[in-house]
C-alpha cells in the first residue's frame, strides 16, 4: 500500500484546508485499517487529527474536532481532510498513514 497526500501548499488565515490522501496498492474500504491524518508544526511533535474507518466510522482530535471533517470517495481510493478556520498555528506539514504506512506529508503554511 502506498499513499499520496496533495493539497495546496499556502492558506491564507480564516481559509480551508482541503487536503486528499491517494491510496495505491489496496482499498480503503476493504483493508481493516484506521486511514489517518497527522500533523507537525514546525519544532513540535506529532499531532494526532482524526482517522476514518475502512468502515466509515470517523473520530476526531477533540482539539480541532470542531474545525475538522473528514470524508472519502471509496470510487477513487481517496480520503480527504477539511480544517477551517485556519490560523498561522495550522502550519505544518500534513500526513496522511494507513495500516503500517504514512505517506511523504506535505507542506501546508498558513500565511496572509
Not at 19 to 35: A, K
Not at 68 to 93: C, G, I, M, W, Y
Request: net charge neutral; hydrophobic share 30%; glycine share 10%.
Amino acid at each position: 500500500v502506498q499513499l499520496q497526500e496533495s493539497g495546496p501548499g499556502l492558506v491564507k488565515p480564516a481559509q480551508t484546508i482541503y487536503l486528499t490522501c491517494t491510496v495505491s496498492g489496496g482499498s480503503i474500504s476493504t483493508i481493516n485499517s484506521d486511514w489517518i491524518w497527522i500533523r507537525q508544526p514546525p519544532g513540535k511533535g506529532l499531532e494526532w487529527i482524526g482517522a476514518i474507518h475502512y468502515s466509515g466510522s470517523i473520530s476526531y482530535s477533540p482539539t480541532l474536532k470542531s474545525r475538522t471533517s473528514f470524508s472519502r470517495d471509496t470510487s477513487k481510493n481517496q480520503f480527504t481532510l477539511q480544517l477551517s478556520s485556519v490560523t498561522p498555528e495550522d502550519t505544518a506539514v500534513y500526513y496522511c498513514a494507513g495500516p503500517g504506512v504514512w505517506g511523504q506529508g506535505t507542506q501546508v503554511t498558513v500565511s496572509s
